[in-house]
Structures are given as C-alpha cells and as structure tokens.
T-cell receptor, first 115, second 113 residues
Framework: DQQVKQNSPSLSVQEGRISILNCDYT??????FLWYKKYPAEGPTFLIS?????DKNEDGRFTVFLNKSAKHLSLHIVPSQPGDSAVYFC??????????????FGAGTRLFVKA | DTEVTQTPKHLVMGMTNKKSLKCEQH?????MYWYKQKAKKPPELMFV???????INESVPSRFSPECPNSSLLNLHLHALQPEDSALYLC????????????FGPGTRLTVT
C-alpha cells in the first residue's frame, strides 16, 4: 500500500510557464514533507521541504503548498526552465515503529520543460 | 566536502557470490541510510544507522547485511542474492537522523545473474 502517491508519471511544460507537481499521502502521522529532484545517473538531491505546522514554504522559484485536511501537497516551479527537467520525488517523514525517523518516497513525476 | 560517494558504480554478481557495497561521507553526518530502488519505483528504505547504531531495519532479508564501521562509512554486505535483488542501491546521510533532508550518493547499479 503506497503511503505517498504521485499520480502523474510525467508532466510537460513550456519554458517560462508554471509547473505544478502533485502529491497525496495517506498517513496522518507524517510530520515533515520534502521534495527531491533526480537527474539520470545521479542520486536524488533535496529541493525544498515543509513542516506539517505550515501551509506554504517558498525558496526562489520553488514553492511547496501543504493542505493537511486533504492530505495533499504540491510543488510549484515558476518560471520553469529547461534545466528543471528531471524526476521529482515527493517524500514524507514520520517516527519509525522502532525508533528513528522513516522517510517514504512517492514514485516520482518526470518533468519535461520544453524550450 | 558535501558529497556522498558510493563504490562500485556498477556490480554484476552471481547468486553464490559475496560482495560488498561501500558508502562514504565526510560531512560529519551522524545518520546513514541504505535504500533500494527498482526501475520506475520510489526508493525504498532498507536500513538506518543513527550514531553508528542500527536504528531501523525494514524487514530486509538476511542476505543483505549492513555494517557501519565508523561515522563516515557504511557498508552493505551481499550474499546469496536472487535475480529479483537487481536494483539501484542508494546510500544517503543526514546530520542527525531527524526528519530533515538527506544527502544521496549516485547509487550502485547491481545486477544479479
């Protein structure tokens, strides 16, 4: 059972427009949410995060929105650039059953930004 | 140094072989992780070491054996693997093992024949 879902496997956007990537989760115990970006042949790199006590966090062109009642978060990239073309993973963290924190990843959305 | 390095980049092994994957970081991070990622799937957590102690084992089969010799190094010992264990194995680290961001290595692409 997937606890973190990214229902769009891919998204294509024109350069300069807004990219919106969506993520849904099922576990209300998640306290912290993160977005990672992954280029081919590289590991995921951290992009932006948000705590469950906030509903918005902004960092330059990247903004993450959290709707706790809907168990939904989204990543907005504006303006989109060709270099943003990558796979974007949504992730959520919670206490593990035996101590420590677990991070659960979604399946990823491949973003294509067309020049 | 803000890198997590992993060796080897690629590994092909038979089902009777014993091999090890290595991971190293010099950022002073006190938590290190192993993830397994199959094609078009999310990274799946395998193990978490926090302050050099195993804190999470996600019911991983015993043919995978993690080891944390010191705070900078993390190994994954492999023995009697199955073809379905073929995947990308990612190592990550974080400052303290909390809920914050993790720093990932490029991964080891493992093929079991």
């Amino acid at each position: 059972d997937q606890q973190v879902k990214q229902n769009s496997p891919s998204l294509s956007v024109q350069e300069g427009r807004i990219s919106i990537l969506n993520c849904d989760y099922t576990n209300s115990m998640f306290d912290y949410f993160l977005w990672y970006k992954k280029y081919p042949a590289e590991g995921p790199t951290f992009l932006i995060s948000i705590s469950s006590i906030k509903d918005k966090n902004e960092d330059g062109r990247f903004t993450v929105f959290l709707n706790k009642s809907a168990k939904h978060l989204s990543l907005h990239i504006v303006p989109s650039q060709p270099g943003d073309s990558a796979v974007y993973f949504c992730a959520a963290s919670a206490d593990g059953d035996t101590g420590g924190f677990k991070t659960i990843f979604g399946a990823g959305t491949r973003l294509f930004v067309k020049a | 140094d803000t890198e997590v390095t992993q060796t080897p980049k690629h590994l092909v092994m038979g089902m009777t072989n014993k091999k090890s994957l290595k991971c190293e970081q010099h950022m002073g991070h006190r938590a290190m992780y192993w993830y397994k990622q199959k094609a078009k799937k999310p990274p799946e957590l395998m193990f978490v070491y926090s302050y050099e102690k195993l804190s999470i084992n996600e019911s991983v089969p015993s043919r995978f054996s993690p080891e944390c010799p010191n705070s900078s190094l993390l190994n994954l010992h492999l023995h009697a693997l199955q073809p379905e264990d073929s995947a990308l194995y990612l190592c990550a680290s974080s400052p303290s093992g909390g809920m914050g961001e993790q720093y990932f290595g490029p991964g080891t692409r493992l093929t079991v024949t």
